[in-house]
């Protein structure tokens, strides 16, 4: 399918497991970004990239890492899991060299840690 | 105090309503987008700024690089603009950073 696809929809995990989160683009998007939403917060950007093999931290960057090995796919993972990740986390990407360009989301990953 | 606020935070409507909703910011930025975020989850891009307005069928965003403000309006509002709405703005001088309002969620009834 065209677009951009995350998997899993939804995750229940425990505390101190490893979680990978997939984001999949088929538009050779440039930017990809994965953001996490709170209740009582915006979107808050965790990581993003520019290209393949670039990458970089955003605002809440701690206990997230992500790879960008091909240019579609940009894997988020959660080394060793938090209750505070409980979270919904989107993945997003855009064709521009900045934000100044449109930005497509996926549907999302509601992820529980217990 | 966020860098971005939205209001109001709640907003209900009756069908063929005007509907306005109101983004203030307090730092220098480069563009804003406003961006809609259904019952079911998903977010879809409305619109991107850097000056004046943007019309798509019966939604106008304005902004006021001035007076740091940006609008959205819905004419003639339907059950089907339900929804939560969200206003981000990409700060002067950062590369990809955009911050996000918390969003005004938005009921048309019948």
């Known amino acids: 399918d065209a677009g951009i696809t995350q998997s899993p929809r939804y995750k229940i995990t425990e505390t101190g497991r490893q979680v990978t989160l997939m984001c999949h683009q088929t538009?050779?998007?440039?930017?990809m970004f994965w953001y996490r939403q709170d209740l009582g917060h915006g979107l808050r950007l965790i990581y993003y990239?520019?290209?393949?093999?670039?990458?970089d931290k955003g605002e809440v960057p701690d206990g997230y890492v992500v790879s960008r090995s091909k240019t579609e796919n940009f894997p988020l993972t959660l080394e060793s899991a938090t209750r505070s990740q409980t979270s919904v986390y989107f993945c997003?990407?855009?064709?521009?060299?900045?934000?100044?360009?449109?930005?497509?989301f996926g549907s999302g990953t509601q992820l529980s840690v217990l | 105090k966020n860098e971005v606020e939205q209001s109001p935070q709640n907003l209900t409507a009756q069908e063929g309503e005007f509907i306005t909703i109101n983004c203030s910011y307090s730092?220098?930025?480069?563009?804003l987008h406003w961006l809609q975020q259904h019952p079911g989850g998903g977010i879809v891009s409305l619109f991107m700024?850097?000056?004046g307005k943007k019309k798509h069928g019966r939604l106008i965003a304005t902004i006021n690089i001035q007076e740091k403000h940006s609008s959205l309006h819905i004419t003639a509002s339907h059950p089907r603009d339900s929804a939560v709405y969200i206003c981000?703005?990409?700060?002067?001088?950062?590369?990809?950073?955009?911050?996000f309002g918390t969003g005004t969620r938005l009921q048309v009834t019948l």
């Open positions: 981000a703005v990409r700060i002067a001088g950062t590369a990809s950073k955009l911050t």
């Open positions: 990239s520019a290209a393949a093999d670039i990458t």
């Open positions: 538009w050779s998007h440039s930017y």
């Open positions: 700024l850097s000056s």
């Open positions: 997003a990407s855009s064709e521009g060299t900045a934000l100044n360009e449109k930005l497509f």
């Open positions: 730092v220098g930025i480069s563009a």
